[in-house]
């Protein structure tokens, strides 16, 4: 009778203290292995950083920063000075493509400045590959066009095999791209994120900072049939946190941590 009481207290700590169910909650790699990630061995966006990422069981995808240059040549990097990542005065719109080329990140393994193209073979068809379009036209005072940047994605993706997403910051951009590949928008506020989804209704959804959307509003984009994938997450709190609004997806600066807490 003693032990059966003890197995009942047991059981039921044991119960108690289980930790939440977040294996259906995908996890992409930010960046590769995460921005501002300090534990990481290789500069984010890097082929490198990627192909690391994406070797760890449990991923489900990466997201990658994407720009064009002056010729047309689609470039991950997330900055849009390219000084103190790789030592240049310029920005990727104002340069060519043999020039970037040429260009090392100022890192302890110089990785070299990486092409959309070269990594769309590291994803095969069980994972998912986040476009995050930038567009720094302010920058160098270049005007990119979306619609140019659109017909570059469109050759970088030939041969794809993987799940392909777009987010875009710039909403002015949204026509472009919404009509033709699984768009998200990055927004700030919910007032923003519903008006353009009175707008743009075929949206597939958003991706947006952790801390901008509670439960209960993810909840309602989900059950509209809208995704939701929440950034910015550096702490093993900040994951846990976002992963209890039982978003869609996560994408951590720590996908190490965040495979450990979500399976």
Partial sequence: MRFKRFLFVLILIVSCTKKNDYGHIMVIGHGGMGLEQMMSIYHDNSFEAIDLALQFPGINGCEVD?????????????????????????????????????????????????????????????????????????????????????????????????????????????????????????????????SNLSLYPDLSGFVVRSEALSRSEIEEYKSQGYKVFLYEMRSPKGIRMALDKNPNGIIPDDIRRALVESR
Wanted: hydrophobic letters at 40%.
């Fill in 66 to 194: 994407v720009q064009m240059d002056s010729d047309g040549e689609l470039w991950l990097c997330h900055d849009v000075d390219l000084s103190s990542a790789l030592g240049v005065d310029a920005s990727i719109p104002e340069c060519h493509t043999s020039f970037l080329e040429e260009l090392v990140y100022q890192t302890i393994h110089e990785e070299k400045l990486c092409k959309l193209r070269d990594v769309i073979h590291l994803f095969d068809h069980s994972m998912q590959l986040f476009i995050d379009v930038k567009s720094y036209n302010q920058s160098s005072g270049i005007i990119v066009d979306p619609d140019l940047l659109k017909e570059a994605l469109d050759d970088a993706l030939i041969g794809a095999a993987c799940q392909v997403s777009v987010i875009l910051l710039n909403e002015s951009w949204l026509p472009c791209f919404v009509s033709n590949y699984q768009t998200y928008l990055d927004a700030d506020t919910k007032s923003s994120m519903d």
